[in-house]
């Protein structure tokens, strides 16, 4: 008797020997002291397994998928980590941010998080400049930090990270510059304001083996132009998001790591050249943009589904 595994039949002794290996395998795990490790650990074969018996998988095809993480494994380093950048492509970032930041009430929505965040960012505080000199349209950004019940949330750490308008992050370049990010705290009414670029669009690094998938299954690698956005509070959930730019063209051919939401795209209003600045900033008569992004913060203990 033969039976169907994938696109292929399959005898029945041949699915038991298959299926004695994979149950061999999960039985393994069972004296893991901890009990989450082997949960993680059976799963995880179980559903590999069947991938492997699904498609049938050649040899030469496991041989190219070992040589694929060798060679990420290769190219990462402290500035470049390409195992992120296989999770984003692959949409498992933004899977794990859904299963762990359910939407609660009007909370302002997570996004994918990125290789780009470093610690101890300048504190530019309200008013101040997170571009430092990276070329860009300047962007005046004002909102404020609320809870779900509406109260102003003082003192809620806000950082922002963002690319230049050549599409780079400043620890992409070979210098020391610390350009386009920065942090400040929401003020005692929970209102923010700060000045940085306009978003532009740009590709995820893609000169490496994740550039090389991307490039054999014919997706791009540009990312819908966006701001990072990172805030935290006493008490609250910490967010993780961006902001995205409203009539981006990049929204409608898709986004590289599946990061867009609805609720983040905003307005970012053009200000023509010699328009008033909000804080009497001049620009020396150059064009400027501004946005309005409104946060909400759920509460800390807030479970995975969003209780
Ligand atoms: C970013 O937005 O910075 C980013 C996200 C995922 C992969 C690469 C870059
Ligand atoms: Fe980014």
Redesign the pocket.
Known sequence: MTRTEGSRAVSEAQRRIEERLTEEVVASFAGAPDRRTRELMESFTRHLHAFIREVRLTEDEWKRAIDFLTAAGNITEEKRQEF??LS?VLGA?MQTIAVNNEAYRDATEST?????FVEDSPMVGNGGDIAAGAPGTPCWVEGTVCDTAGDPVPQARIEVWE?DENGF?DVQYSDERVTGRGHLFSEIDGTFRFWGLTPTPYP??HDGPVGELLAAVNRSPV?AS?L?FMVSAENKRTLVT?IFVEGDPQLEVGDS?F?VKESLTKRFAEQPAGTPTPDGRDLDGSPWCKVRFDIVLAPAQVDSRGR
């Open positions: 992120i950048l984003d970032s994918v998080f990125g290789p780009f690319a992050y995820i690094p990312r966006h990072h961006h790591v990061g």
